[in-house]
């Protein structure tokens, strides 16, 4: 019997509403409430177990920007940014307390993006795209290993990224730990990232031959379980980048040499029994020292089908632009920048992951819909012509085995 | 400094969130709480990928733990 329980434990779903149906004061539950709670059953909600399988992934995913709507452009190519990446993971158990996970990924990109925005015949804000197509690709190598120990976990990251004009060597250290009752998780991390930008001479004029930039990022958060449906968590981030912060593809762009940033962000998911679907929100406030701050509010409704999944989502994202953002670059000043990633302005994203197991294969599909639009935004500030929307898409596979 | 901001930040955090006095859910009553859907991520290497398209796409990042992982960001 004591096994049983255990194993009904361990397997989450049926079993809770097994043992949900045991009375509190049942000699079995009071037998078993220690060894139950010391139990490492429910992953991520709290401090980790070790994983109890193998894990071999594969995901692809196609990602693709919209053209250029023709009223914005005033010179170049419309059509911009095509992005095939490649994932390939696996992840193992080592020993009793140890894990390993070694992580690919591969970026081919083609395409082009704005180069700096004048005015057309009509004396409106245009873009002149950067010309011929550009072509790069990107190669990111990661091992992460972790340790487990009975109320936490603690991992090691490093990172090595890889591409035409851009390398990046990170470490990261991260833990987790549970208070006495388990009802509480504290995590915290820390990470630091050598990068280094050497642009390629060939569409456009660039003036630059390398720079370096360093990022520093700490995190701290705290995760509560409320009630047997529902958790919640908050956390804070700092991150501190010094070095080249400037696009060396933009022909009017200086930034500072520095950038500080911090987040708030909560998260809140909320079980429903009889729905058998999970509620799930985030919310991350952004402020950083260039004057931008932004909204991010995530909501998606996580359906349980059997072993299978259905997950529809929308995601909001509003930021105030740069103090030395302008819709036409003022070079006049110290820092200038006309990148309408810098602009004040709104985007909604839209859409459906679902899951499908099939013996010990996961299979999962995702598709997403991305549209930016100063009217979106829940700031003030002129709307830049080089807004982007995209489409997105992913088929993935995954197989656990012992 | 927002550094200093941030650490306050954290400071008072912890301490509020030590000083809270919420029940604690037995844990024979917490299998729900273990659902796929109860996670804070759809999957990781979906978040990871996730988080670098939007970290390319707009001004905003961090929030979901440590930074790194090169650029990509035309």
Known sequence: MRQAVAVAVTKHRLDSAVLQKLPTDSPVVASLGAAIASLPTYQKAFADAPPAFTEVGLRYSHYTEDSLDKDLLVFGDRDRYDIDVTQLWIEAPVGGAWSVAFDVQNDSMSGASPWFVGTNLDGEPGVIMSGASIQDNRVEVGVTTRYFWADGNAGFNVTHSDEDDYEALAFSFDAAWNSDDNSRTWSASASTSDDSVAPVKEAIPVFIDQEELDTQSLYFGVSQVLTSTSIVRVGLSYTISDGYLTDPYKLADQRPSEHERVTLNTGYRQYFVEAGGALKMDYRFYNDDWGTDSHTLEVAWQQSLGRHSLTPYLRYYSQSQADFFSVIADTSTDFYADDYRLSSYGAITAGLRGTVMIGDWEVEGQLERYDSDNSFSLYGGDAAPGLVDFWRATVGVTLRFD | ?74
């Open chain 2, 1 to 74: 400094m927002r550094l200093l901001r941030w650490v306050a930040m954290v400071t008072l955090l912890s301490s509020t969130v030590g000083c809270s006095n919420i029940e604690a859910v037995p844990a024979w009553e917490r299998g729900y709480l273990a659902e796929p859907g109860m996670q804070w991520e759809l999957s990781r290497r979906e978040a990871k990928f996730a988080g670098h398209v939007y970290t390319s796409k707009e001004a905003s990042s961090g929030g979901s733990g440590a930074a790194g992982g090169g650029c990509g960001c035309n």
